[in-house]
């Protein structure tokens, strides 16, 4: 079986800047995967190259199989993206769209069900018959998103799909989007909000500087980068400085230890008693993909 | 093609087979639809302007002008009135639906699609002629009510009108692809195409002019779409009608040459 996503070496630059610098990263038919990174990494760079907004200065990528260059019909017709830039069509209303849309691949009048499909799913279906101009904000997010879908794509890319979006509306979204992984879609999700991709992606690309610097299922990466979270309210005192590795984080008093399991936990107990320095509060927490995000990229950007 | 094979799921399709005829046909139905919904201001505004032109040289200009012999002024001008409209609303379309797409984002959603460079350029052109179209027959209709007019080779007129709106429909896609603002494109209207629609015949027979100015008026092909297409009305023209005939379709070629080969390197439209 093809992958859904395949890519090899891809570098790109614009002028002189080196926005990619070799990226290699294989996405499996049937995937949840997320791609993190801060503003400036790259991702969406690797996304229009991926959708052919853009070209590649080298390397290759394909679509469960189809070259995105050479192949590029094939490859379109079996992807979905949704732009990060909230972009719309001010002559049409929301159905007109979705059926343009499926028909510049080829899909007629027997998509309408699936058409309806994807207006019910989010949340659309009594926004049908309105003009795209008069859609508020978030309603102009559902149909961007649902435009992408609209031919059905056997690979569904999300750039940054809740940015501003309300809580209703990311709820209902990532509803409809797990029931497509699970009838077979490959989704492929760039975000800011790191607990959306612990709670959806089984796996986690993390990119910096235009290198993916993290690549793990999401509970390898937890596993590996920090187990738990370890916070104490101490007040104002001097740590001991065997503990100064394990630190995360110092904020009035009250100290973040990131742990890789629980016997860290007497570790720390026992050296704060021997400085004797007194435990006000404590709180134990598991660690979150932010502090994994963080201690990869967060320092250094 | 490789092999792909079918997907976990019955009814996610991963075979392809090309988009056929639809996915163009779409992208020519949406450009339609665009112009149709705003009627008013891509059909009915050059309909009253083309007539404001009739109604006002006509009245200044009957008697002082000369034309060729036994063709009164005013029918002199209705065919070119006619057809400087159907150029410049040739030339309207493709540019302002691009430089719209363009400026608003949305043209992402054409970008995305399967559709080959080919089929883009079909589209909008067949969308850019079927306006230049439909604005010269309805000047033609409304005209009617004022004067009587004979059309001697009905033929000739309609090639003229195919080619002179292909023509145009194309230089507005480069001019589409190419300005990046409203701006730009108001300078591509308004140092091109408005100056060389005016100097082309339109409200005079060339033959009227100082050698000089002959001779310059030869440059300008909208001067043979003009003259080509009021030949195919009155049977006589400033030149033969074949020879304009020619030049109209070599520049098309070649314009449609050119946009083809942007349209492939993705020039502004694929970074």
Redesign the interface.
């Known amino acids: 079986m093809n992958p859904a996503i395949k890519i090899n070496g891809i570098h790109k630059n614009f002028g002189s800047l080196h926005a990619l610098k070799g990226i290699d990263l294989t996405i499996e038919q049937g995937e949840f995967f997320a791609l993190l990174g801060p503003n400036g990494a790259g991702k969406s760079t690797l996304i229009s190259i991926l959708a052919g907004l853009i070209k590649p200065s080298s390397g290759d990528i394909s679509v469960m199989g189809f070259d995105v260059v050479n192949q590029y019909q094939q490859a379109r017709q079996l992807l979905g993206v949704v732009p990060q830039e909230l972009v719309f069509d001010p002559f049409f209303n929301v159905r007109e769209m979705l059926r343009f849309q499926a028909g510049y691949f080829g899909r007629g009048p027997e998509n309408d069900a699936w058409v309806d499909e994807i207006l019910e799913g989010l949340g659309l279906a009594d926004k049908a018959n309105t003009n795209m101009r008069k859609l508020s904000g978030g309603m102009k997010r559902r149909a961007l998103i649902a435009q992408a879908l609209a031919h059905k794509p056997a690979v569904i890319v999300l750039d940054e799909p809740t940015a501003g979006v309300d809580v209703e509306l990311r709820q209902m979204l990532w509803q409809f989007i797990k029931k497509l992984n699970i009838e077979g879609h490959t989704i492929i999700l760039t975000t800011h909000y790191l607990e959306e991709a612990e709670a959806l992606c089984s796996r986690v690309g993390m990119m910096k500087q235009g290198e993916i610097v993290a690549l793990d299922s999401t509970a390898n990466l937890l596993n590996k980068f920090a187990g738990k979270k370890l916070r104490l309210t101490l007040g104002g005192v001097a740590l001991p400085a065997s503990l100064q590795s394990l630190l995360r984080s110092q904020d009035n008093g009250i100290f973040t230890f990131a742990l890789s399991d629980m016997e860290q936990i007497e570790f720390v107990l026992s050296a704060l008693r021997a400085a004797n320095i007194k435990v006000l509060d404590m709180h134990l927490s598991e660690a979150d993909l932010e502090d994994v995000f963080l201690s990869l990229v967060g320092k250094a950007s | 093609?490789?092999n792909?094979?079918e997907?976990?799921?019955a009814?996610?399709?991963?075979s392809?087979s090309?988009?056929?005829f639809?996915?163009p046909?779409?992208?020519l139905?949406?450009e339609l639809?665009?112009f149709w919904?705003?009627a008013f201001q891509t059909v009915a505004a050059p309909v009253i302007t083309a007539l404001l032109y009739l109604l006002i040289f006509a009245h200044v200009l009957a008697g002082h002008v000369q034309v060729y012999n036994g063709v009164p002024y005013t029918e002199f001008l209705i065919p070119g009135l006619i057809m400087m409209s159907v150029l410049q609303n040739a030339f309207a379309n493709s540019s302002s639906s691009l430089i719209q797409?363009k400026v608003?984002?949305?043209l992402?959603?054409?970008?995305?699609?399967?559709?080959?460079h080919f089929q883009f350029f079909v589209a909008f052109l067949c969308a850019a002629i079927i306006r230049g179209l439909v604005v010269g027959l309805c000047i033609y209709l409304v005209a009617m009510w004022f004067v009587d007019i004979h059309i001697a080779n009905p033929l000739l007129v309609f090639a003229f009108a195919l080619l002179g709106s292909a023509l145009l429909g194309t230089f507005g896609i480069i001019a589409g692809i190419w300005a990046d603002r409203f701006d730009q494109m108001a300078a591509f209207q308004n140092f091109i195409i408005m100056p060389l629609s005016f100097l082309s015949g339109v409200f005079y027979s060339i033959h009227s002019l100082p050698s000089f100015w002959q001779k310059l008026s030869q440059l300008n092909p909208f001067f043979y779409m003009i003259d080509g297409f009021r030949y195919g009305f009155f049977g006589k023209g400033d030149v033969s009608p074949l020879t304009s005939l020619c030049i109209v379709g070599l520049s098309f070629l070649v314009l449609a040459m050119i946009t083809l080969k942007m349209l492939k390197s993705?020039y502004k439209l694929?970074?």
């Open positions: 093609m490789n792909v094979k997907s976990n799921s009814n996610i399709s991963t392809f090309g988009t056929g639809r996915g046909w779409t992208l139905k949406k639809l665009r919904r705003v797409s608003m984002g949305n992402v959603f054409v970008l995305l699609t399967p559709l080959t993705g694929r970074a």
